[in-house]
T-cell receptor, first 112, second 118 residues
């Protein structure tokens, strides 16, 4: 079982729709969770992080965390073509070093 | 805030030469920086953790004598790929950790360095 799992996609949604991206993790002791956006050929860009159960909203983005079920999701409202990218889920398992473990990413395509 | 730069953005070198990549945190101090490598259509793989003033910690399978890391100040870490070979061609990305209270430590990524070894 991979430590952080994401569906590779591509996930296609029409412009203006809600895109829902999911991520599961295996280490129940994981402490914080991050969503990064990566455009082709570029480095990851932080979208948001979450560490408490429930929802966290930032503009068009909402992160959802359910530690009991060990999943974290990212909702993108009013999807735009510029949102087309690969979305990486990353987990900080805590302990020393504060290293992040990344999923393989979900490719999102927002179609006109 | 939280800007991380990398230099160079791309480099082409001959097999057997060494290449140095710099990573700088521009508006915050980073006691910890991380070096990743990403091959096409794959996720980021952590290579090593760079700690200011001490030796780097390498992930399993990463040769410390081939990938030399120096973190001489709170804003600069360097990665030197020694005796580079074509299989070292990849996208190298650094990140800098912005320390915060509690579980909200966040890593910010540099723009990456694309290395091509001929």
């Amino acid at each position: 079982q991979k430590e952080v799992e994401q569906n590779s996609g591509p996930l296609s949604v029409p412009e203006g729709a809600i895109a829902s991206l999911n991520c599961t993790y295996s280490d129940r002791g994981s402490q914080s969770f991050f969503w990064y956006r990566q455009y082709s050929g570029k480095s990851p860009e932080l979208i948001m992080f979450i560490y408490s159960n429930g929802d966290k909203e930032d503009g068009r983005f909402t992160a959802q965390l359910n530690k009991a079920s060990q999943y974290v999701s990212l909702l993108i409202r009013d999807s735009q073509p510029s949102d087309s990218a690969t979305y990486l889920c990353a987990v900080n398992r805590g302990g020393g070093g504060n290293k992040l473990t990344f999923g393989t990413g979900t490719q999102l395509k927002v179609e006109l | 805030g939280a800007v991380v730069s990398q230099h160079p953005s791309w480099v082409i070198c001959k097999s057997g030469t060494s290449v140095k990549i710099e990573c700088r945190s521009l508006d915050f101090q980073a006691t910890t920086m991380f070096w990743y490598r990403q091959f096409p259509k794959q996720s980021l793989m952590l290579m090593a953790t760079s700690n200011e003033g001490s030796k780097a910690t390498y992930e399993q399978g990463v040769e410390k004598d081939k990938f030399l890391i120096n973190h001489a100040s709170l804003t600069l870490s360097t990665l030197t790929v020694t005796s580079a070979h074509p299989e070292d061609s990849s996208f190298y990305i650094c990140s800098a950790r912005e320390e915060r209270e509690g579980p909200t430590d966040t890593q910010y990524f540099g723009p990456g360095t694309r290395l091509t070894v001929l």
